[in-house]
């Protein structure tokens, strides 16, 4: 075969030699720089990259830290790019706090103060409904220490329609059990209504959970029991959101939120801080007094707890409009303004002189994703571009990630923050 692509896989030295990459193997080392040439060359020799990204992926699998990357894949809580990007005001938060800071002190009376004491008032003052709050460090650990303070050795009630798998296989009900909670599962895939959980409910009960469905929907003859129906029972009714709505918003209509819950009569809410609510890592945990102080004291609690980063970046995303929610509510004619301007800067070709790229303008629909608003879609305007500029944009700094549509690369702009926009616009050029 002579016109055999993997005949034009670079030799291992000569990939070595390459300028680009021999910067790397100083960072690296040789050893370490060797692997990542096998392994580029092997991905080329499966068809996975061309032979001519050899140096590409090397350069990329050498480099040191996190890479920066530019979402324009139109899901705008990506969950393997770090879900929701920190506002400003967030990340000089967070530079703020990463000093020595009052997050356990009292400047005025010279003592120990509670913890976080800050970030506490800003989502109590956002959810009035709440008697007392607590923060841990996701909604997974929200839920375990919820388990453990209230039913370890009893009961969780909990709708066979609930059992979910949250993502990269971890399942709701497993990480239940593994507490030494049991779960008492009530009705069926389809249907279940509050007589189901009201016959289930003893001496044994610990709480009733209801569980948010967020990355799936059941459609047809399907029934649940409401949070409202639920709070009748006499035991503590435990919900999880998800998304960290802390109020309804019309955008996305069938998600659940914080404020609604707990009106509903929810003793306890537990929620993502890094979806929708648009901050950091976080789970959120609000509702009852007694119940939020039973968590709070809890041993397991110290070992749940988030840093002094975290409280200061979700404190300054409550009192900001963090990017995850400006996307969420941009409006189509704003996401068309800005891809007509960027289409004339990339159609303007390379930096270099190089030959102009195809760039049109089409419409393209966007995601809330990461767990959150299934089945809701969010009208959008993207970039396509030849899928040949897939990789190269992946591998370049920003990266840029889009998706594949139609056989074209589609930058989906709903999910790119405007002031992103040049240098999106830069990372293109710089590819053709
Ligand atoms: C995302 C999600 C979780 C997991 O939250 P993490 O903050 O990732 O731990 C749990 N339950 C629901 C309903 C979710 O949507």
Redesign the pocket.
Known sequence: MKDDPRRRIPRTDTVLADPRVAEAVRGAGRAVAKAAVVAAQQRAREGLIAPEDVVAATVSALAAGPRRVINATGVLVH?NLG?APLSQAAVEAMSAAAGCTDVEFDLVTGERARRGRAAMAALAAAVPDAEDVHVV???????VLAATALAAGREVVISRGEM?E??DG?R?PDLLESTGARLREVGTTNRTNARDYADAIGDETGFVLK?????FRVEGFTAAASVAELSALPVPVVV????GLLAPDPLVPDEPDVSTALRDGAALV??????LLGGP???LILGRADLVQRLRRHPLARALRVDKLTLAALEATLRSEPPVRLALHTDIDRLRRRAHRLAALIGAGGPDGNAPVECEVVESVAVVG???APGCELPSVALALPVRLALPLRLGDPAVVGRVAGGRLLLDLRSVSPDLDDELAEAVRACT
């Not at 537990?270 to 979806?275: E, F, L, P, V």
């Open positions: 969950t879900r460090n996701n909604n997974a650990a929200a839920l979910v949250i993502g971890f709701l569980v948010h469905p967020s990355n999880d959101v998800g998304s537990t929620a993502s801080g890094d979806k890592q976080a789970g990461g767990g959150g």
